[in-house]
């Protein structure tokens, strides 16, 4: 019998690259190949933090009221009050920011959280018009892709290429086209990830405020995606001060910080999204999970957990980031064989291949066969128009995105045999 289901089925029918990232996840955890894991987004396990987190979890479960509070009944639809008041006194104090617990929404993670932004902010209007949501950087977050209910409600702004030597590079955003975007009239909201998932650049401060600028100038949001960034996961290896303001959504999560398990987003927002958001919620699913935020209200509240994932997170991640850019650049060639994006955060290497003969779609296939899981880059574009795709310097078929939040061998002998593929591929060129 041949299943009839809604147009809701449609946005994730085929084969949605976020699906293909969590199923490869999934079979390198559970299969019996030995795969080298270079493609997922799961944390490193890093040990200070995870007892931390291990300690938080046998004190809930030691005392019996403890326990009955955090899973014995439900929190409000915008999630546990206390938490929400601590994390906005937390930040205020940080970062001068003026918040409330008004201002603070918890989700079932960040990824459920930018299914409701993106379709808050896109789609058809009360005035008739349709909307869309412009990436003002590309690439961008595989996970976007598909989060539209509406067709055509993603528009991606392609990056500008800044060669930085020595075989590296940045992406920078593309000033005169994001405008003319917002001329249109049919842009809902401006979206970007800082860090960058998946080239772990960082937008400068500076940059920063020239898109806060134009979402206010022409009267829409900026949502910004920082869910490996300060003040935790504090994945953040330059300079960049987390951005916020009152025409800004900023979202967070503690997945990056090592609990990717418990499911917890955290949207700051101003106070009238932040209320439709908790309707939102209320209807779809009564109320965010509570464990998680008792998990860290704690540290969260004196603010030992931010200094906790700055101490140790950037240095954990660190190390594998030198290790994964040494073996790319010991075993090809700078520049001319490969290419990285400056790493400025998060725990991923953009990497382009410009004189490999395949695409990354084709290689992403031999890696596996060799034992060795990554992304094709060609998933990181949600909203790209096909004229941009087109374009000769479009690089989504010659770039692959790699984590490097493995242990140090496995990240050296995956990178080894990817760079063993590409030498053998070029050779034929």
Not at 412 to 427: D, F, T
Request: aromatic share 10%.
């Amino acid at each position: 019998m041949q299943r009839r289901f809604s147009r809701f089925a449609d946005t994730v029918l085929g084969e949605p690259g976020i699906f293909r990232l969590m199923d490869d996840l999934d079979a390198a955890l559970t299969g019996s190949q030995k795969l080298h894991m270079l493609g997922g987004g799961n944390p490193g396990n890093v040990g200070p933090v995870s007892e931390y987190f291990r300690r938080a979890f046998l004190r809930i479960g030691e005392s019996a009221d403890h326990f009955a509070r955090v899973a014995g009944r439900y929190d409000g639809p915008a999630g546990n009050t206390q938490f929400r008041k601590a994390f906005a006194a937390s930040l205020s104090a940080m970062y001068g920011w003026s918040l409330t617990e008004s201002n603070v929404v918890l989700t079932q993670g960040s990824q459920n959280a930018f299914f409701l932004l993106l379709n808050l902010f896109s789609g058809p209007f009360p005035d008739g018009r349709g909307r869309k949501i412009l990436f003002a950087l590309s690439p961008e977050y595989i996970g976007y892709e598909n989060s539209g209910l509406h067709e055509n409600s993603l528009l991606a702004v392609p990056s500008k290429k800044i060669p930085l030597g020595d075989g590296f590079f940045r992406y920078t955003i593309d000033i005169e086209r994001i405008t003319q975007a917002l001329q249109t009239g049919n842009i809902g909201a401006i979206c970007i990830s800082r860090p960058s998932n998946p080239t772990g650049g960082m937008l400068e401060d500076d940059e920063m405020k020239i898109l806060s600028s134009l979402a206010r100038q022409f009267d829409v949001p900026l949502i910004v995606d920082g869910a490996y960034g300060d003040p935790m996961p504090g994945v953040v290896y330059g300079n960049g001060r987390p951005y916020y303001d009152d025409n800004t959504i900023f979202v967070l999560s503690l997945s990056k910080t090592g609990l990717p398990g418990i499911r917890t987003g955290i949207i700051l927002a101003p106070a009238d999204v932040c209320s439709v958001l908790e309707r939102i919620q209320a209807v779809q699913h009564l109320a965010p999970g509570g464990l998680g935020p008792a998990l860290v209200q704690e540290g969260i509240a004196d603010g030992s957990f931010f200094k906790l994932c700055k101490e140790h997170l950037p240095a954990f991640y660190r190390e594998r980031q030198r290790l994964a850019i040494d073996t790319l650049f010991n075993e090809l060639e700078p520049d001319r064989d490969v290419q990285i994006h400056r790493p400025d955060g998060a725990f991923f290497l953009w990497a382009v291949f410009p004189r490999l003969t395949i695409s990354t779609s084709e290689l992403y296939l031999d890696l596996k066969k060799a034992g060795v899981l990554v992304v094709p880059g060609s998933y990181y574009y949600p909203g790209l128009p096909d004229d941009d795709r087109q374009s000769p310097e479009w690089e989504g078929q010659r770039s692959i995105r790699i984590s490097y939040s493995q242990d140090l061998s496995t990240i050296q002998e995956g990178l080894s045999i990817l760079c063993q593929v590409v030498r053998e591929k070029n050779s034929r060129a």
